[in-house]
């Protein structure tokens, strides 16, 4: 099985800055996309931004130029750079990854991190 584990969630004042990480683990031969979601209260999840292993990325329109997905492959590990952040980012951010494990393909989703962000 694989396993996901994010990190670095915290409240934050508007136009402050935040990183998160997310490391995979367990019997995980390969990893294609790993990526960020979000879900704020009485809303749908929705993808923040996404990265596959030969490093293309894909932002949401709400995050882009505010957000820096990165990864690094040899650990396994996502991150995501958040600055100027907004009191509409406010919501738990999810880690995703599209990963080859003993029973084949599949996607895998962390516990989830809160991010606040208010004065």
């Known amino acids: 099985q694989v396993q996901l584990v994010e990190s670095g969630g915290r409240l934050v004042q508007p136009g402050g800055s935040l990183r998160l990480s997310c490391a995979a683990s367990?019997?995980?031969?390969?990893?294609?996309?790993m990526g960020w979601y979000r879900q704020a209260p009485g809303k749908q999840r929705e993808l923040v931004a996404s990265i596959i292993s030969d490093g293309r990325t894909n932002y949401a329109d709400s995050v882009k130029g505010r957000f820096t997905i990165s990864r690094d492959n040899a650990k396994n590990t996502v991150y995501l750079q958040m600055n100027s952040l907004k009191p509409e980012d406010t919501a738990v951010y999810y880690c995703?990854?599209?990963?080859?494990?003993?029973?084949?393909?599949?996607?895998?989703w962390g516990q989830g991190t809160q991010v606040t962000v208010s004065s």
């Open positions: 995703n990854a599209h990963a080859l494990s003993r029973t084949g393909w599949a996607d895998y």
């Open positions: 367990g019997s995980i031969f390969s990893i294609n996309a």
